[in-house]
């Protein structure tokens, strides 16, 4: 689902296509909340959560780097566990990015390399196994705050401000994973990233507070300076296979960049040799310089097919920001200490 085009009815006020799809996303809501109640399995090291509400890109990623980041500062060993969306390797396995390529492991699991160890499983329980026998202090899982299989210990659900939460509606007649309270009832933050459109924050600070309190914090991705400074005076053509393409060009525009042409594609895309054929095709025709995200590049990167068009990319990285950074911080460590604290008592 992760790589699907989302319908155009998920952005819109529930409709007829909602309305048909009702039953279906009813089942589907009551077995996916079932799931998130079972209690999964223990581990003895703290397991901290970033997922979504809904499917699609919301910036889960550059969450987890940064509360990894936040916890090595803090003089943790934290390993991120991802599921390795796109990769062939099943797991567990210990990520290397100097043998593994994007087809291996994923694009989302090379980034979060650069920040602390990784480890990517499908199987998510032999996952945190590994990352615990590498001397791991905590494990930061990179999704999977549906899945069951692993006890939490703190989650924080991340939402897109500018795409809010859709139509509201549970899969497959909207985005939602689930039902929105079934959701924040087992989140201890919600994190919304960039302009909040829709009213996501109030929002969840009013569901919040009827399930007995939730943290909202406020969260924008920065795009790199330096490669800001070189992307300016020229005429670019961006691409961008996220979950929300949008999302980057926005980027670009807000930073006053000459943006010719653009084109997205779906989540976690494999670029084929016609796209990269018809990008560079598109490059000198106009004479652009072809700009993409960091996620994207990974994906290039190892593919002799893509050499031409990967040599001829810059990146734009992107960084978070938290407006509440210090609350933040603390609020993530205090949900450290009450999880070891719990361990302790039983």
Not at 119 to 143: E, N, T, W
Not at 144 to 151: D, H, K, V
Not at 194 to 220: I, N
Request: hydrophobic letters at 50%; one cysteine or more; charged letters at 20%.
């Amino acid at each position: 689902m992760a790589s699907m085009r989302p319908p155009a009815f998920w952005t819109r006020r529930p409709g007829v296509a909602a309305a048909l799809l009702s039953p279906v996303a009813a089942l589907y809501d009551r077995i996916a909340t079932r799931r998130m109640t079972h209690a999964g399995a223990a581990l003895s090291v703290p397991v901290i959560c970033i997922g979504n509400p809904t499917l699609g890109g919301a910036g889960k990623t550059p969450t987890a780097i940064a509360v990894a980041q936040l916890l090595t500062a803090a003089g943790e060993r934290p390993v991120l566990l991802s599921r390795g969306y796109g990769g062939r390797l099943a797991g567990p396995v210990r990520v290397d990015p100097a043998r593994h390529l994007a087809a291996d492991v994923g694009d989302e699991p090379l980034l979060l390399a650069r920040a602390a160890p990784v480890v990517v499983a499908r199987d998510r329980v032999a996952g945190a196994h590994l990352a615990l026998s590498d001397g791991a202090s905590v494990i930061v899982m990179d999704d999977g705050f549906q899945n069951p299989s692993l006890r939490k210990d703190f989650s924080i659900l991340v939402v897109d401000g500018g795409s809010g939460i859709g139509n509201g509606r549970v899969f497959p007649a909207g985005p939602l994973r689930a039902s929105l309270d079934a959701q924040l009832a087992r989140a201890q933050a919600l994190l919304v990233i960039g302009e909040d459109r829709h009213g996501v924050a109030a929002w969840g600070a009013s569901r919040g507070a009827r399930l007995g309190g939730l943290p909202v914090f406020h969260g924008t991705l920065v795009p790199d300076t330096a490669a800001l400074a070189a992307l300016r005076g020229q005429r670019l053509l961006a691409y961008a296979g996220i979950g929300a393409p949008a999302k980057f060009f926005g980027t670009l525009h807000a930073a006053g960049l000459d943006v010719a042409e653009t084109a997205a594609f779906p989540d976690h895309h494999r670029f084929t040799d016609a796209d990269i054929a018809d990008l560079l095709r598109r490059a000198d025709r106009g004479g652009l310089t072809p700009v993409s995200t960091e996620k994207d590049c990974v994906r290039l990167a190892g593919n002799p097919a893509a050499a031409a068009l990967a040599a001829r990319t810059l990146a734009l990285p992107v960084t978070l920001a938290v407006q509440e950074q210090d609350v933040f911080a603390a609020l993530v460590r205090d949900g450290l200490g009450a999880a070891r604290a719990g361990r302790v008592s039983s």
